[in-house]
Each structure stands twice: as C-alpha cells, then as structure tokens.
C-alpha cells in the first residue's frame, strides 16, 4: 500500500518514516553493538503508523465520527515535537475528540534461556521464543501489523548469541549486563474492522546476569518484553456538537490522508 508520506498531517507525526512492519522487516540486528557506549545500533521508533485495512478506499467509507477522530488526533500529534510513548499518550489524554476506550495494557516477562532450556548460540529453534513473545503481546492485530515473525526473532536470537558472547569478552563476569534490541511506538488507525486508535509501545532487550554465592556461580541470559497499550474512541459528546462547517472540514481532511 503506498503511504501517505506527501500528505501535510502525516508528514508533522511521522516525517519519513514507513508502516512499522516493513520497519522491523528491513532491520539489520546485526548492527547491534553492547560493547560501543551508548550505542544505538538497536531498532527505535518513537512513533510508527499502523493502517490495517485502512486505503484511499476504504477511508471514503468510514464513519464521519471516525473520521473527525482521525484529522483531529493527527492534528494535536502534529503540534507535538517529541513523539515518546509518554507524550504521544498524554496528548492523545488530553485531546477532546478523543476518548480511552479501555484502561490500558501493561504486561512484562522475562525469557530466561538457562531455564527454559534454551541457548542463544546463533542457530536456536526461535519458535521457542516465538511462543514466549506471542503470549507478551496477546494481541493479534499488533503481532501481524508489527511482522515480528520467527523470522524476524531467529534474526534477533541469533544476534542475542553474539552480544552475550560480546559479554562475556568484554564485561565482568559478576555483572549484569542488558543491551536494547526493539524500542517501538505505534499508532495503529482505525479501520473497518477496528474502529478506534490503538497506540502501543513493544521493547525487547537482551540480557546477561552472572550472581556468584559461596557455593556456586549461576549463570543466566535471555530477554526481556515489555507491552503497553491503550485504546481510543471518538468522543460523541464533543463530536456531535461542533459546527457544520468544523465537522465537514475535518472529514474532507481526513479524506485525503492518502492524496498523492
């Protein structure tokens, strides 16, 4: 689908960037580094578009109300220079048209590979992470719209392999240790089969914690996940009192999200 990168409102909220899918497909986790300081070879996104079913088509035939929700929570993002989660979340709290439909997700676990019988040594059976991650996010919509597939984890498990063996090179051994792999925002919109906004934020990172007791050394590696998300509705009470012209104006702006 051809993205909506020349479109004024799109441009203030994501500049450049892509749908998050193909972000996370073309990354090269090869590039991640634990021994640089501060490196950033990682996969951050503060904020990436996530349009389902949502086309130049399909947007004719939304709902007006979805349509006012659209323009005008693309229109306070605009105004906004920082797109951190925290940000992104307070200005969509904060906006009139909009409206929390649930009380938020926040789920976070640990994948430890020595007690799930697990080594990261670059060839692993990623479908074992697969399962661990897929149960994180519990979230069919994101896991599909994001293409964190076991693919892209097998890349990712392999990299892991390397950075704990970057670890263990280069760190004390009596430490812990944890290096960011994926730290994404997303701003999945509303569509025919889901008629709201989804914002959701997904980090991974690797890790290596060696604890050393009088009687023996325990060594322990894997990754951790952490999942937020909130939903958002249109808020009738305010949409269906703004002036004929405010409402026909905000639906033509949303209308030609997807104008060349």
């Known amino acids: 689908m051809a993205l909506p990168s020349s479109a004024p409102l799109y441009k203030d909220v994501f500049g450049k960037t892509g749908e998050i899918g193909d972000l996370v497909q073309n990354f090269d986790f090869s590039k991640i580094n634990p021994t640089e300081t501060n490196s950033n070879g990682f996969l951050p996104i503060d904020l990436a578009p996530s349009f389902g079913k949502l086309n130049k088509e399909s947007l004719q035939v939304l709902d007006d109300h979805l349509k006012i929700m659209i323009a005008g929570n693309l229109k306070f993002l605009g105004r906004v220079p920082e797109k951190s989660w925290n940000a992104v979340l307070g ?62 984890l097998a890349r990712i498990v ?60 325990e060594d322990t590696n894997g990754i951790t996940g952490e999942f937020n998300s909130r939903v958002f509705q249109p808020r009738a009470s305010i949409i269906e009192h703004l002036t004929s012209a405010t409402f026909q104006k905000a639906a033509a702006t949303a209308d030609a999200l997807f104008d060349d």
């Open 91 to 152: 200005n969509m709290m904060q906006n009139d048209l909009l409206e929390p439909r649930d009380g938020g997700v926040f789920r976070a676990d640990k994948f430890k590979g020595s007690i799930n019988g697990f080594k990261f040594d670059g060839s692993p059976d990623a479908s074992i992470v697969q399962a661990w991650f897929n149960n994180l996010i519990s979230d069919d919509d994101v896991l599909k719209s994001t293409k964190i597939d076991v693919e892209v």
């Open 158 to 217: 392999a990299q892991i392999g390397a950075i704990l063996e970057n670890f263990e090179t280069f760190f004390a051994k009596d430490e812990y240790h944890e290096q960011a792999l994926i730290d994404i925002g997303v701003l999945r919109f509303p569509d025919v089969d889901q008629p709201y906004f989804k914002v959701y934020r997904i980090k991974l990172a690797a890790w290596s914690d060696s604890s050393r007791n009088l009687i023996h050394q």
